[in-house]
Each structure stands twice: as structure tokens, then as C-alpha cells.
């Protein structure tokens, strides 16, 4: 059974820092390219950051230089580094799999990032 599990959501001062992980059970994890993407309230789901097994990334221009995308194969763990998070940057944010070149195949049950005063 796949299983992708985010953690490290919570409250955060503009400003400030997060750091989300994800944690993949089920699948040779090395093969996949992954991802991060969010979604706030009224708008669609967005892509945030990826990175193909070889640890190629692409971010999106809203949040580069201040976002870092990051994968431990070894460990199975992709993380996501939040700098300078802006109110705007408030979404559930959802870790996802997919084999290249394929949609996503495997969603996370997401994580709550507030950035807020």
C-alpha cells in the first residue's frame, strides 16, 4: 500500500520559516519524480516545487529563492524549506509521485501552512 505522509504544517509570522517533509512507504521512491503543491481556499490546486529522481527541481516563480526542494533517497523523504513565507503562501500544501513523463499517481493527505500576524 503506497503511502505518502506530510508533516511539519503549522502557524507562522510573515517572515518566517517552515519546514514540510513527506514520507513515502510502497514505492521505489528513486524512480519517481516528486512534488509539492498547494492549494488555498477558492483556488485550484497549484504546482509549488518539483524534483525528478535525479534531483533536477523546477519552482515556481511565485516562490523562488525563498523555497527549497529537497529529496533523500536513502530515507525516502522529500522536504520542502519555506523562507520568508508571505500571508499568500497560506494553503494546504500536498506531497505527490508520479513516474516521469506520467500524471501524479499518489497524493498526500496535506498539511495546513498559516502565515499570518
Known amino acids: 500500500q503506497v503511502q505518502l505522509v506530510e508533516s511539519g504544517g503549522g502557524l507562522v509570522q510573515p517572515g518566517g520559516s517552515l519546514r514540510l517533509s513527506c514520507a513515502a512507504s510502497?514505492?521505489?521512491?528513486?524512480?519517481?519524480?516528486m512534488g509539492w503543491y498547494r492549494q488555498a481556499p477558492g483556488k485550484q490546486r497549484e504546482l509549488v516545487a518539483h524534483i525528478t529522481g535525479g534531483e533536477i527541481t523546477n519552482l515556481a516563480d511565485s516562490v523562488k529563492g525563498r523555497f527549497t526542494i529537497s529529496r533523500d533517497n536513502a530515507k525516502n523523504m522529500l522536504d520542502l524549506q519555506m523562507n520568508s513565507l508571505k500571508p499568500e503562501d497560506t494553503a494546504v500544501y500536498y506531497c505527490?509521485?508520479?513516474?516521469?513523463?506520467?500524471?501524479?499517481?499518489?497524493w498526500g493527505q496535506g498539511t495546513q501552512v498559516t502565515v499570518s500576524s
Open positions: 510502497g514505492i521505489i521512491f528513486s524512480i519517481y519524480d
Open positions: 505527490a509521485a508520479n513516474r516521469p513523463g506520467a500524471p501524479i499517481t499518489f
